[in-house]
């Protein structure tokens, strides 16, 4: 089961909440391993002026089992953030920070988080008519 809400307050405020639950002894152990059995999302995100855009998210992963009897990932809580300001109609510069506690967790076993992430971009958009931009995750 996956469900996702998304709503815009207004032209200012927006967010969405998903939610997906898979049930692991209904389905076939091999494919679904290491895969949560509940995964929630939050996004919220707000523009303050014209041509900014902030985006907050909350990833929210259960703990998973692994092909190894008795050794589980551990559950993990993960949050990041972006700033995108727009220079110009076909300008843009961004900002992302990921990871931002630095939480250690594994996707799937074997395979630790890069931890913290931080990456500054542009975007040239050279066709883009004024509003026609939209914000990347």
Not at 30 to 46: A, F, I, Q, R, S
Not at 49 to 65: K, N, Q
Not at 92 to 110: F, H, K, M, P
Request: net charge negative; proline share 5%.
């Amino acid at each position: 089961i996956e469900t996702r809400i998304a709503w815009n307050w207004s032209e200012r405020f927006r967010g969405s909440i998903g939610y997906a639950w898979i049930d692991p002894d209904r389905s076939t152990a091999e494919l679904m391993e290491e895969t949560p059995p509940h995964k929630v999302d939050v996004n919220l995100g707000v523009s303050p002026v014209a041509g900014m855009t902030i985006d907050y998210w909350i990833d929210r992963l259960d703990e998973r089992s692994t092909r190894i009897d008795g050794f589980v990932l551990t559950a993990c809580t993960v949050h990041g953030i972006s700033v995108s300001q727009a220079v110009g109609d076909q300008l843009s510069i961004r900002l992302q920070v990921s990871n931002i506690a630095d939480t250690r967790y594994e996707d799937e076993l074997g395979y630790p988080s890069p931890g913290r992430r931080v990456v500054v971009g542009l975007a040239w958009s050279p066709w883009a008519a004024a509003g026609e931009r939209s914000g990347i995750r």
